[in-house]
């Protein structure tokens, strides 16, 4: 009788373990290729840097409907039409011989590669391809249907400030 308790209680304490140990296997994670993001967004780069040296705002894809937008000694600007409507109106005093170019840096996606952290540089320079600004940003990117756009940035030159 004692032997067949202990057989039985065995039994359970065998069966126990075995189902604790039986844990749920993890679902490996998305592989997000940070090669082909990190072109992707450079490729947005470009595209805003072609437009904005061609003196338009109309071909800047870049922004989403509510982006919020973070530059030196401004108020933020929200909203991707009130972020053209100021682009347009910078246009007016950049300068007609210049043209400016953006460098990304470094990306930072999220592990599902739904969300990118971009850290860049921009530069502009004149017709001789003097430096005559440059700076740095940071810009947060979600992807809606398929493709990134920006939902923050901000900016800041790295210029020495000028005395007024």
């Known amino acids: 009788m004692k ?8 039994m359970v ?19 997000v290729d940070k090669e082909a993001i990190k072109t992707e967004i450079q490729a947005m780069e470009n595209a ?13 894809n870049y922004y989403a409907e509510d982006a919020i937008s973070y530059s ?9 039409k009130l972020i053209h409507e100021h682009m347009n109106s910078e246009l007016l005093t950049f300068p007609q011989d210049a043209k400016i170019s953006f460098e990304t840096k470094e990306i930072h996606p999220s592990n599902d590669g739904n ?13 001789s391809n003097k430096k005559i600004n440059s700076g740095n940003f940071i810009s947060l990117f979600e992807k809606k249907d398929g493709k990134y756009v920006c939902i923050r940035d901000m900016g800041n030159s790295d210029m020495p400030l000028t005395k007024k």
């Open 115 to 127: 969300m990118v952290v971009e850290i860049g540089g921009y530069k502009v320079t004149d017709a």
């Open 3 to 10: 032997n067949s308790i202990f057989k039985g209680g065995l």
């Open 48 to 60: 805003f840097a072609d437009a904005y040296n061609n003196r338009s705002t109309d071909g800047i």
């Open 13 to 31: 304490v065998i069966m126990f373990v075995m189902l604790a140990c039986n844990q749920k296997k993890e679902v490996p994670a998305v592989m």
């Open 72 to 80: 030196n000694g401004k108020m933020p600007l929200e909203g991707k």
